[in-house]
């Protein structure tokens, strides 16, 4: 897995006044931090780490972090959490966690489903349960994605998590057998469907709390 090289500033204050001023320049207040690592206050400009996204292959980017403070110093690490605006889908905090190539860390893949499931032929409806999977692996070797082969699967069946198979030097991470994917027949899949529907005279937004906006961290 290539390894981006991204320029960053250490910056002394904080608040959110000094972090609403350097999104107004360009540039995104962030954090760096680690089981071996104290805390980092930086500023990361947005328009390089929008441009390290699109060449990457991966949403687990690995980074060489080049922070800027009078000398340069360098830390190998990956973005934990990306705060962004759900309204201008502006980047609002990043959070950088400090790796080492030689240990095994735990990321959240996405599921590819291929091939042909005979149950839905058959008219059947496919359920991806889970659309990502928890792997153990070396930063170097985090697949871009977990494959899962739907096409024996019939109505009536599943694939566990179990029967799922990763790529070598890549490990499944669970402590239950829990459902994949599965194919259902069409009456349960309406009888589903039905149940999600509100009883007439509740008003919308009474049976389900609304969602609320993204917020920087609070001393952002």
Known sequence: MEIFDLGVSERKGTGKGQARALRRNGFIPAVLYGPKTETVSLSVSAADLTAIYKRSE??????????????TRNKTAMIKEMQVSPLTHE???VDFYEISMDQE???????????GSVGVERGGFLQLIRH????ACLPGDIPNKIQVDISGLDIGDSIHVEQVQAKDKVRLVFDTNFTVVTVVAPSLAKEEVAEEVPEEGVEEGEAAGEAKASEPAADE
């Not at 991966?58 to 000398?71: F, K, R």
């Not at 860390?105 to 091939?115: A, D, N, Q, R």
């Open 132 to 135: 990502q999977l928890e792997v």
């Open 58 to 71: 991966s949403e687990h980017v690995i980074l060489n972090l080049m922070i800027q403070n009078g000398g």
């Open 91 to 93: 980047y609002l905090h």
């Open 105 to 115: 860390i735990v990321v959240k893949v996405p599921v590819e489903l291929t091939g």
